[in-house]
C-alpha cells in the first residue's frame, strides 16, 4: 500500500501540471487561428488594395482630362478680355474727345470765328475717329452737316474754302455703305441663347421612331428593325462618344466661339469674324444633330453672317481737317502781322 502512494502522487502531479498549463494552451491555440485567419485574408486585402488603386489612377486620368479640357476655355476668356479692355479703351478715348467738344461749348463763345474753327476741328477729328472704328457713320454725318451749316451763318469770305472740302467729304460720308453691325449682332446673341435647346448627336433618342410608330403588328415590327440598322454618315466618330460632362464644355465652347465672333464684328476685324463663324458651323455640322430645324436653322444664319461684308474702307476727313487747320493758320498770321 505504501508502494501505491507514489503513483497516485504522480498521476495527481501530472492532472496538476495539465491544470495550470491550459491557459498556455489555449493561448497558442487562438493565437494559431489568429495567424491561420491572417494568412487566409491576405490575398483578399491584396485584391481589395489593386482595386482600390485601380479606381484612384482611373479618377487622376478623369481629372487630368478635364484639367486639360478647362485650359482651352480659360485661354479664350483672358482673349475676351483683352479685346474688351481695348474696346473700352478706345470707348473712354471718344467719350473723354466729346467731354472736352461739350466744354467748348459750354465755356466759349459760339459766333467767335477762332473758337468755331477750333470746334470744327475737334469735332472733325471726332467724327474721323468714329468712322474709323466703323461706328456712328450716321452721327458724324450729322455733326459734320451741323458744322456746315454754322459756318455757313457766319459772313466770312475765307471760310468757302472750307466748307467746299467739308461738302466733298459730306458727300463721301453718304455713299459709305456702312454694314448694320448692331443687327448682326443681335442676331448672335439669339444664336447663343438657343444652344442649350440644340440636340447633341451623341444624344439623339427616339421620339422620331415613337412620333412615326405604327400601333402593333407589323409597322410596330418594322419600326423597330429600323431603329436597329438606322445607317448615318459621322464623320467624326468621337461626336457619338461624348461623355454628359464633356457636352455641357462643347456647349460653352460653341458659346465662346459665337461671343469670339461678336466682339471681331463690334471690333470690325472681318478675318476672325469670318474664321469663328467657320469654326461655329464646323462645331455644329460635327457634334450636333443636323438633322434637327433648330440646328439646320442655326447653320443657315451662320453661313448667312459670314458672308456679310463688315470692313468697308471708311472714309477719311482729311480734306475737311487740312482745310480747317489752314483756316486757322491763316487767321493766326494775320493776327501775329497786326
Known sequence: MRAALPEAGGKETSSTQLRRNAPLWLSVAALAVALLGFLLSVPRIGSLQ??????????????????????????????????????????????????????????????????????????LVLAGQQLALGVGAQSALAAMQELDARLARQDDPGLQPLRASLLHDIERVKAYPAADVGSLALRLDALMRSIDGFPLLSSVTSRRRDANAQPGGLGALRDELEQLFRVRRVDAPDAMLLAPEQSYFLRENLRLLLLNARLSLLSRNEKLFRDDVGRAIDWLRTYYDDDDRAVAGAVAQLRQLSGTRIVLEPPTLAESLSAVRAARAARATRDATR
Open 50 to 123: 489593386s482595386e482600390a488603386t485601380r479606381r484612384l489612377q482611373t479618377i487622376d486620368d478623369r481629372l487630368a482630362e478635364l484639367q486639360s479640357a478647362d485650359q482651352p476655355m480659360r485661354a479664350e476668356l483672358r482673349d475676351l478680355r483683352d479685346r474688351l479692355a481695348v474696346l473700352e479703351r478706345r470707348g473712354f478715348d471718344i467719350a473723354s474727345l466729346q467731354a472736352q467738344v461739350e466744354n467748348l461749348y459750354r465755356n466759349l463763345a459760339e459766333d467767335s470765328t477762332d473758337v468755331l474753327l477750333a470746334e470744327v476741328e475737334s469735332s
